[in-house]
């Protein structure tokens, strides 16, 4: 397994918001959370990135166990994570965002290939390389975060809710890319409001539930499942 929860639990002062969560995600797998607001998918990232300390159990990540490990260094092992929000710099530019990306990284031919990447994933990041980043559209900015996310090179991407606020026509085209991203390699963790696109893209989700686990199982198993199509997928 690329990454495994075992037992986390994780509080905000006296709020405990994740309850001894335990899963996993191997390597190659897209694997999605999904869940109603405040279930804690959002937490759950925070704790795999180490945004936010674990108040018990363990996170192993490649073999190691990670559970204390700074944030900074964790994205150096290969853990990136764009955030819910997105939480790009307004004033950069954006291939000034795509290069913060790489910050921790020193081979520039590398670099480049990454930036290559990243500007064939999303074509539009490249005709706008030089505008300043806030000034970009919702759904461009929203590309951004998970392009400048990709210039870690990570060997695990966390996407927390990256169709949020994306027109339909948008919300297809970035799961596409997510897929494709996928295929070129990378392992996605991915945090969904939108459960039926993100249990039709991927090969296996959990569902979360004031904290807790409530139910697990690969992406088409769920969909068809009468209580997740019930609560989260707007029919009965
Ligand atoms: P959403 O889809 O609405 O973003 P979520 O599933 O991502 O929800 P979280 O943001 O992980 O949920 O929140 C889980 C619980 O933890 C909620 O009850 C929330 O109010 C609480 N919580 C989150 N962040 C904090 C914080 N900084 N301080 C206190 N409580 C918090």
Redesign the pocket.
């Known amino acids: 397994m690329l990454l495994e929860l075992d037992n986390v639990s994780l509080s ?2 006296r ?1 405990q ?1 994740l309850h001894g969560i335990s899963l996993t995600v191997g390597e190659g797998e897209v694997v999605a959370l999904i ?1 109603a ?8 990232m925070r704790a795999i990135s180490g945004l936010r300390p674990l108040s018990h159990g363990a996170i192993r990540f490649d073999g190691q166990d990670i559970s204390r490990l700074r944030a900074d260094l964790r994205v150096i092992r290969g853990v990136a994570q764009s955030p ?1 929000g997105r939480g790009i710099f307004p004033g950069m530019t954006v291939r000034e965002n795509l290069e913060m990306g790489a910050y921790t990284r020193r081979n520039r031919s590398e670099i480049d290939e990454d930036l290559d990447r990243v500007f064939g994933l999303f074509p539009r990041l490249k005709e706008r390389e030089k505008q300043s980043g806030g000034t970009m559209s919702g759904g461009e900015q929203q590309m951004l975060a998970v392009g400048r996310a990709l210039m870690t090179r990570p060997k695990l991407l966390l996407l927390d809710e990256p169709s949020m606020g994306l027109a339909p026509m948008l919300i297809q085209q970035i799961f596409d890319i997510i897929v494709e991203i996928n295929q070129q390699g990378t392992t996605i963790l991915l ?1 969904e ?1 939108n459960a039926q696109q993100a249990l039709s893209r991927a090969h296996r989700a959990y569902v ?1 539930e004031t ?1 807790r686990i409530v139910k697990e199982g690969t992406g088409t198993e769920l969909l068809h499942d009468p209580a997740v199509k019930d609560a989260y997928l707007g029919v009965a």
């Open positions: 905000y002062g709020i918001a869940g607001n405040g279930a804690g998918k959002s937490t759950t819910e945090v409001q979360l904290g």
